[in-house]
């Protein structure tokens, strides 16, 4: 069946329900797990804020930052997989559009199910954040099971 489960993580409490559910498929089918986070270009400097944050943070060290950052996440999420006697994969990449990115790792790194949590925003709140987890049922050609 699934050989290989995305699950995108940006070290909340919420997607930490995310990896037990990978971690209990996972155990079930035999299957690996690969955990993902997607970092935020940085920002071109066209408006003024932007401007500002190249004052003082170069695209080097905001760079170096968000990619430690990632790798503090992806390594506490993978300590979870390799806890439950799993094989744990991490990438990183950097992604406009998180959504996007998901996409992109999940055929990147060969991965046939993708697990993700939701806060189950329903009517205007949902509507106007736009959920990540929407976006990837709407556009994925990978199945996605979401968690709540």
């Known amino acids: 069946m699934y050989k290989n489960l995305l699950v995108p993580t940006d070290g909340s409490k919420l997607s930490d329900r995310a990896i037990k559910e990978a971690i209990g498929l996972a155990r079930v089918l035999g299957a690996r797990v690969t ?4 970092t935020s ?11 500002m944050m190249a004052a003082y943070i170069p695209a080097e060290q905001y760079d ?3 990619g430690q950052f990632a790798a503090k996440v992806l390594a506490k999420a993978a300590a979870k997989v390799t806890a439950a006697g799993l094989k744990a994969d ?7 559009v998180p959504f996007e990115g ?14 993700m949590a939701s806060h189950g925003r329903r ?10 987890t929407q976006k990837v049922l709407t556009h994925s050609k990978v199945p996605v099971l979401v968690v709540r």
């Open 35 to 38: 955990l993902y986070y997607a």
């Open 41 to 51: 270009p940085y920002p071109d400097a066209v408006y003024a804020e932007s401007a």
């Open 64 to 66: 170096e930052q968000t």
């Open 90 to 96: 991490t990438y990183q990449s950097v992604a406009d």
């Open 102 to 115: 998901i996409i992109a790792a999940a055929a990147k790194k060969k991965c046939d199910l993708i697990i």
């Open 123 to 132: 009517g205007v709140s949902g509507f106007l954040l736009g959920s990540e």
